[in-house]
């Protein structure tokens, strides 16, 4: 069992800079692929980045490609997201995920493991 807890959200005006934290319990933390899913509201649910359980391969989804970084400390269980540059576009709730299985591209939000609770992240024009 793996209990995910994101912190970080906010409300920032466009162009700034936030970093959302996801703690993971649990002693297999890098067992995990770890993930980065938003919703914005009325949308569904969709993948935003995603990095394998040594900290490489790191993948975006094209629209925060360039200003989206995703990071894990596997001494601290904990998988971040550096989000500069941001945009009216990127209001969400985000939340980490954590997968045994890295995959190849997006992920498939129907086949994560755990999920945390969301942050809430609001971009102002």
């Known amino acids: 069992q793996v209990t995910l807890v994101e912190s970080g959200g906010g409300l920032v005006q466009a162009g700034a800079s936030l970093r959302l934290s996801c703690a993971a319990s649990?002693?297999?933390?890098?067992?995990?692929?770890m993930g980065w899913f938003r919703q914005a509201p009325g949308k569904e649910r969709e993948f935003v980045a995603g990095?394998?359980?040594?900290?490489?391969?790191?993948y975006y989804t094209d629209s925060v490609k360039g200003r989206f970084t995703i990071s894990r400390d596997n001494a601290k269980n904990t998988v971040s997201l550096q989000m500069n540059s941001l945009k009216p576009e990127d209001t969400a709730v985000y939340y980490c995920?954590?997968?045994?299985?890295?995959?190849?591209?997006?992920?498939?939000?129907?086949?994560?493991?755990?999920w945390g609770q969301g942050t809430s992240v609001t971009v102002s024009s």
């Open positions: 995920a954590a997968n045994r299985l890295m995959y190849t591209g997006a992920w498939p939000q129907s086949r994560i493991d755990y």
């Open positions: 649990g002693r297999t933390f890098g067992a995990y692929a």
């Open positions: 990095i394998s359980g040594t900290g490489t391969r790191p």
